[in-house]
């Protein structure tokens, strides 16, 4: 279910820059083609500069993937929806010092995923302990689209891998659902989960895609007997 936006705004004088701006941003959505055309670093380079248009395509083009990153951290909605927030009101007042080199999705999970643990932290959330956590976290759903092991896995065999997901660790389904379902490439998972250089995101997924596709087999053959 699509979450309504709301989206933050700064306290200024009707007659400001930003309410003429905000104002012009409203009567130029029919430009959002021209924005879609804009590379990362255009697009982040007209929020920079204070268009209220950039800001909002920003803002509603990532929402909703970001709140969905967000709550495979912890099940408290209104934690993720505050962080989600807080986030951006502080990208608007800190807009001219931020730069991105490349990915706005990636700089923006990069933030979020920061803030929701300094968040789970002080809110004193269940499940602060992220990597040793005994919540089951990122909880993939295995759909016949999504390709993990096999292109053409069977409905039953689908179960079992759900089943199976469960035994890797909260760090290595991170790691698959950013890979498999936010299409980032190592690169972008690399920066995002604090890695040193790509083979070890690599690692990762490897030893986690071995260790379930192992399981799996097992379970397969528990299931013949």
């Keep these: ?75 408290n909605e209104s934690l993720v929806e505050d962080a989600l927030q807080d986030m951006f009101i502080e990208l608007r007042e800190k807009r001219k010092k931020t730069i991105i080199q490349t990915s706005i999705r990636n700089y923006l999970f990069t933030c979020l995923r920061r803030r929701i643990l300094l968040y789970k932290k002080k809110f004193n959330d269940h499940t602060t302990n992220f990597e040793h956590s005994e919540f089951r976290l990122f909880e993939i759903e295995i759909s016949a689209e999504q390709k993990i092991i096999d292109e053409q896995i069977k409905t039953d065999s689908k179960k079992k891998l759900k089943e199976v997901i469960k035994l890797i660790t909260n760090r290595q389904r991170e790691a698959i659902y950013c890979l498999y379902y936010e299409g980032l490439d190592y690169e972008e998972i690399k920066e995002l989960m604090g890695f040193t250089n790509i083979r070890s995101v690599r690692n990762l997924i490897y030893r986690a895609l071995a260790h379930m596709k192992s399981a799996l087999s097992l379970l397969i053959l528990w299931n013949c007997y």
């Design 1 to 75: 279910m699509r979450r309504e936006l709301n989206i933050p705004t700064e306290n200024r004088d009707n007659n400001s820059d930003y309410e003429l701006g905000q104002k012009d941003a409203y009567a130029s959505l029919s430009n959002k083609d021209s924005l879609n055309s804009l590379d990362d670093v255009g697009l982040w380079e007209l929020f920079r500069e204070g268009k209220e248009i950039a800001f909002i395509h920003i803002y509603g083009t990532h929402f909703e993937g970001l709140f969905q990153y967000g709550c495979q951290f912890t099940k």
